[in-house]
DNA sequence: AATGAATGAGTGTTCATTCAT
DNA sequence: TATGAATGAACACTCATTCAT
């Protein structure tokens, strides 16, 4: 049973630093790192700049904890995903990774564009979080063809080009348009199939 | 015949523009034009910072300027490129789109990461210019799908997923390890073909 | 006899205003008044900086309380101070300042540079003090002067003088030195005694 | 024969530059280097802040300038004092040195009460041209003990008590007083010669 | 007596841009 | 065409201080 004597200026310091996380995470997606102020997180969030450090130590370090968290609940959501174990595994990759970054427009054009305004030892952090992560496909596709399921030239290319394509929903789809979330998993998972000749009906593992 | 009577002062002039836009491109493309100041740029010139507004009204213009010559060069180098006519048009777009992409990685990378950094007007314009080259190749799309010569869901969904995967090799490949240009081109083209069921080895055009 | 009901939490206030002190008169004499902030003397302390404001209304109380104790427990050491009754008054005060001022360093330091930064009424405060210190000296200057022990020509420039040169010892003596506290105190009273022709090796009074 | 084409330009620049400085100079000498902010300066010298960057480029590097040619400047004018020959070596520089630091309290002052605000290389080059000054007086006094002039303990501690008594008039003569300087500075001399047994009124050197 | 989040003003410095030369 | 001094606004960040807890 939960101590009932929580006090609630626990509460008062994660929402702050949880609102100017989300400030921050709006601004840098819409202008970018480099052209959003301490003011106009500050102002967002609906205090003064100096507030701001109490919570984070730099911009950089707003930066960081975004990019490194956003890392870190992709790795996580993956590890929880528990896609029906007759999916294909590619397949079942594929819808996660749509389905996660269509949700999280924001935090994925922030972690794919504001990469080179990371300092260098947190670009050495997130960057090898994104290896982590990219390894999974590449170990996805490297099981797929040793057992002749996948055509594929370079497993790692192959990787590279897949996560590009998928990856760049988030630069164009909007939900307010004509197409739906689900149209769009579809034509792109059809997409990744024929893309390793992966016949798109088929995508149920056989149990032999 | 050209004119004889040109004049160096102009050659000088010209000259000075073209280094700008050859120290702003390189900047931008390392830290973002946010980033940058016209300081830095005047720096690489060896120009003192107020002589950049000799050649460029504002840095918002030097901007446009490189986004919007890019296009046009692109635009323009398909127009000019005379691809074997026996080749099947969608590898022939693809093949083009790699080979430019890769050998003008600073303007490519500029072009997609600063859209967000054009002013509205300058935007649009190069939005346009953007629209008018995915055309390019949702055209090839719509008749190879017409024709039953290529599988596919939606012309358009298409082309953004295919131009996704194509441009993001500019943010992998390095001419300094180990896969040669050709390789890469080949893996992608491989993969290109394969997502539209088009068969690797069958990219000639069949002259019915 | 002292009371036994001494309330410990006295005791802890006492204690924390203590260290701030400490902390201040440290920091104050290494960077200087200005150069110090209410958050690294809270730091030095070990509590948050709010809490220094339990024991000192402003930071500029801080830098009046160190300067006014310090001149009042001169003062009162001076008062307190039997030096030999045939000890030479001049011989005697000097070596009671240097004495004094070679173990506060810091206090002495503070003192002399950091007048300047001291609002209008404590600046009032901290230099009358210094007056009645200082005429401690011209007193015993004139009364030399008058019966002819001493050669000088004007008891205020003296006094000023003087001071000034024995006070100079803090700013370069260091224990770690090859000088022994003797030996400079020496080689000064030395200084002194010449300096108003009085010989050296008579520094007892005659007693008449 | 100088040009004639001088450009205004140049004049400007050394112009602002030395505006700041002599503002600087008196800022610092009132409130000290820490408590003195460009802001302060720049509206002294009646200029924006950004202004003060195209002649400094930091707050750091006019303290170091003003102090640098203060010790500078003091080197120079010892080197081109000629003291009548006649005159006792340690009266000519202590005369010389009571004229010049009367007459640049404020250079005097700040170069005093800020070495401490100095960065590390800084305070180097500024304590080394100090120690430089001071070896001048050391070496006066060495050879006056050796040839028997002049009755002292040790050279360097002397100097030291000497250089901090003479140096202490900038703190406290003020011209508008009732003491001329001249008046200043003959006391001065007096306990000078005294302190080290030279009789005042024998300042001539004897030709032997 | 102490915490820690917040304020409002301030810091040194940099910015894109202008303009007399 | 270029310089370099200047502007006016902005930058990231720090300050002394307050106050609810």
Sequence with gaps: MPSKAQRPVQGKRRQTASKV?????????????AAVSMRQIASEVG???GALYNHFPTKQDILKDLMLSHMGELLTAWTSAKPHPQ???????????IRYHMERADEVFVSYMELRNLEADNFAAVDAERRRYEAILTGILEDGA?????????????TRALIAMLTGIATWYRASGTLSRQ?????YI?????????????TQRENG
Excluded: I, M, W
């Excluded at 059809?190 to 088929?202: D, I, Q, T, W």
């Design 21 to 33: 996380r989300a400030a921050a995470l709006t601004l840098f997606a819409r202008y970018g790192y």
């Design 47 to 49: 205090v003064q700049p």
């Design 183 to 187: 149209t769009v998993e579809d034509y």
């Design 190 to 202: 059809n997409l990744v199939c024929r893309a390793v000749s992966l016949e798109p009906g088929k």
């Design 146 to 158: 040793a057992n002749g399921r996948y055509a594929l030239d370079d497993p790692k290319v192959t």
């Design 87 to 97: 999916t294909d595994p590619l397949v079942a990759f594929a819808r996660f990774h």
